[in-house]
């Protein structure tokens, strides 16, 4: 469960497709608070909570959970806590289990496939976060979107359109990757992170060594030379994953934030 808070309301996601519970408001409790709705949406997986007050900016706060089920038999055995800071900092513009379209590797998808340009009409549409069945073990279902022929392709290409209201306001850039095994990141065309990634790279390459999911990392970017590419209007957040074998276990759950000056 993952929590994100804003000035009266509080974004909850789960890691999985949620079946029963999740909108009662009954089912989440605040110190000091009172959840007045709990609205269910866009996904599957989350939901918004609005407070009877406001919360205080740069605050960490405790939620409780309890009483979830999912469409996967999976259900809360006891109470979880999720800790989150509100502040009045970056802005989520890809939160973590939302629509990405996705190209699998099998070959090139063509050399502007992480441009604002490119057409990417004909890449299934699917529900981050993406990945194998290999991690059912910890008794969740991370991947809303499984890729059961993992086998046949050594890459996955991601691609997920954002907007912003005025680029020239962007003072940095939040991005958080949980992935296995290796990954490079692109906005409008330009890499802004990688990780277990060789010197270079094609479709047919392998990660750099293995990385487990459950670990996500957190980057911030505010390299002039990434800013300057930011357009008013539409943007695309682009990420290929790399396994380190064919076959073997991959996950990538992928996030963007802005922070304006």
């Known amino acids: 469960v993952l929590a994100k808070g804003a000035r009266r309301s509080v974004r909850v996601w789960f890691n ?47 939620l409780k959970v309890k009483g979830v089920r999912g469409v996967n038999g999976w259900s809360m055995g006891s109470p979880q806590n999720v800790e989150f800071m509100f502040s009045e900092g970056p802005v989520m513009v890809v939160p973590p289990y939302c629509t990405w379209r996705y190209f699998k590797g099998r070959s090139f998808p063509g050399e502007k496939w992480n441009t604002l340009e490119y057409d990417d009409s004909s890449w299934p ?8 069945d290999d991690y059912d073990w910890i008794g969740v279902d991370l991947f809303a979107t499984e890729l059961k022929d993992s086998s046949e392709h050594m890459t996955l290409y991601l691609r997920r359109t954002f907007e912003l209201s005025d680029a020239s306001t962007v003072a940095s850039l939040v991005a958080s990757f949980d992935y296995d095994d290796g990954y490079a990141a692109y906005i409008n065309g330009v890499l802004i992170s990688k990780g277990g990634m060789r010197a270079s790279w094609d479709y047919t390459t392998p990660s750099d060594g293995g990385h487990g999911a459950g670990r996500p990392e957190f980057v911030t970017v505010n390299s002039p030379s990434v800013l300057k590419v930011l357009r008013t209007g539409k943007n695309v957040f682009a990420v290929e994953l790399h396994n380190k074998k064919k076959g073997s276990d991959l996950a990538i759950v992928a996030t963007l934030a802005v922070r304006v000056k």
Do not use: C, H, W
């Not at 519970?21 to 009172?34: C, E, I, T, V």
């Not at 549409?125 to 194998?132: C, D, K, V």
């Open 125 to 132: 549409e699917g529900t981050a976060g993406f990945g194998t």
């Open 16 to 62: 999985t497709n949620v079946k029963s519970g999740a909108a009662s408001p009954r089912n989440y409790q605040m110190k000091g608070f009172r959840v007045k709705k709990a609205i269910l949406g866009p996904s599957g997986r989350d939901v918004t909570l609005v407070l009877n007050k406001n919360m205080a900016v740069n605050t960490k706060y405790r």
